[in-house]
């Protein structure tokens, strides 16, 4: 009897269905959170659409992993409100929730000796019960080889690097196929190369129809891939919009209380961000 319960919970779920681009997939609404007693966000208002990546940025404690942490309805708000796929998102089950978005927090630790392939196998687990656990097998095969971990996946989680886990823990997002993806500073732990690779997969799913929010510190990065970006500042959002008309070096020296100056890449036009140095050579 507890089996066709939990067969019919599952059938009951209500799956997420494909939308235009441009859908909004995600929002917040007049976003108040408080932690520890501290005002972390500010009235924050934020949306995500299907085909576009949207580039958090900002200063340590800025709010940008709270405002993510709420979008993904992983941390209460104070006030205001999040909807997820046209609801609010307390409306959604649990179940539900993760078939409309998956997350990769901060840090990827794992406490039990699982292989890689077990692990980005676990991005299926929403599915089952439902008739894409029949993609099960493609996905985590997509997954793996566009974060280049196929080579590795007999070996255990714990035994990688660093960077090695934060590719196999992207993997795992990536295999749940949901159609929004929040990412917290995927490409911390990551070498130049794979930094571009992570980016690079965010702009693919883009194009593929799914939402992309993503925390990152490389103004570069986020300059040369987002549609977007929302720049926070003491838990408010001090600009917002496609980065060649928000990075300007008045903003951004302000905000991260550190002179810039912001250049067009001589061959791309993408604005590049480098802070002001004194000389190690200054003329006599």
């Known amino acids: 009897m507890g089996m066709m319960r939990s067969f019919f919970a599952q059938r009951a779920r209500r799956l997420p269905a494909a939308v235009p681009l441009g859908t909004v997939l995600a929002e917040a609404r007049g976003l108040r959170v408080r932690l520890g007693g501290r005002v972390v966000l500010d009235g924050v208002d934020l949306g995500v659409a299907a085909g576009e990546v949207v580039a958090l940025v900002g200063p340590n404690g800025a ?3 709270t405002l993510l942490a709420a979008l993904a309805r992983d941390l209460p708000a104070e006030s205001g409100e999040v909807v997820l796929d046209g609801l609010p998102a307390a409306a959604w089950s649990a179940g539900e929730l993760a078939l409309r978005r998956a997350v990769l927090p901060q840090s990827a630790e794992l406490s039990f000796p699982f292989a890689v392939e077990e692990v980005v196998r676990m991005g299926r687990a929403p599915w089952a019960g439902t008739a894409a656990r ?34 196999v823990a992207l993997a795992r997002v990536l295999a749940q196929r949901a159609p929004l993806l929040l990412l917290d500073e995927p490409t911390a732990a990551l070498d130049l190369r794979h930094q571009e690779l992570v980016l690079r997969v965010c702009r693919e799913r883009a194009a ?19 549609d977007r970006v929302a720049v926070l ?46 000389s190690r050579n200054p003329s006599p």
């Open 233 to 278: 500042h003491e838990g408010r959002i001090a600009a917002e919009g496609p980065p060649d008309r928000v990075y300007g070096p008045e903003l951004l020296s302000r905000v991260y209380a550190q002179p810039v100056d912001v250049i067009d890449h001589p061959l791309t036009g993408e604005p590049l961000v480098i802070p002001r140095r004194v």
């Open 63 to 65: 709010g940008k992993s």
């Open 208 to 226: 593929a129809g799914d939402a992309v929010v993503v925390v990152l510190h490389d103004l570069g990065l986020a300059g040369a891939y987002a």
């Open 134 to 167: 029949d993609e099960d097998d493609a996905a985590v095969r997509a997954a793996m080889a566009a974060t280049e971990v196929t080579g590795f996946a007999g070996r255990p989680f714990a035994a990688l690097s660093g960077g090695e886990r934060a590719r």
